[in-house]
């Protein structure tokens, strides 16, 4: 992982929709991930007796849901310092090694950038 402050607008979107899952529902992380045509797909944390997901690993099976082939990037908003390695299985699994996966943290900001 490197630092990385500096996002282009199609990648501070999903940041944005990421800290919004977050704040919406109450859930300690908001994740979203934007596919090969371009579609969004947003997720929080889920957390039931029966299933635990990680925002990464649900909005990843969502996009999978939906049809997607393929992913473009992905973004995290939590107050953790880095990302699960489950999690980025799960994005190099639909997008291919190299798919660039966005750590920020509860305000919104930026901080890590790595490669799934």
Not at 36 to 64: F, I, K, N, P, Q
């Amino acid at each position: 992982m490197t630092e990385r402050t500096d996002l282009g607008p199609e990648d501070q979107k999903i940041v944005t929709l990421a800290r919004s899952a977050r704040a919406r529902n109450g859930v300690p992380e908001g994740a979203a991930v934007r596919d090969e045509t371009g579609r969004t797909y947003v997720a929080g944390t889920v957390a039931l007796a029966s299933l635990e997901l990680s925002a990464l690993r649900t909005a990843v099976a969502m996009a999978v849901a939906s049809g997607a082939e393929s992913l473009e990037a992905a973004a995290v908003v939590s107050g953790a310092e880095a990302l699960a390695d489950a999690d980025l299985a799960a994005v190099r699994d639909l997008g291919g090694p190299g798919t660039p996966v966005f750590l920020a943290g509860p305000d919104g900001t930026p901080r890590l950038t790595t490669q799934a």
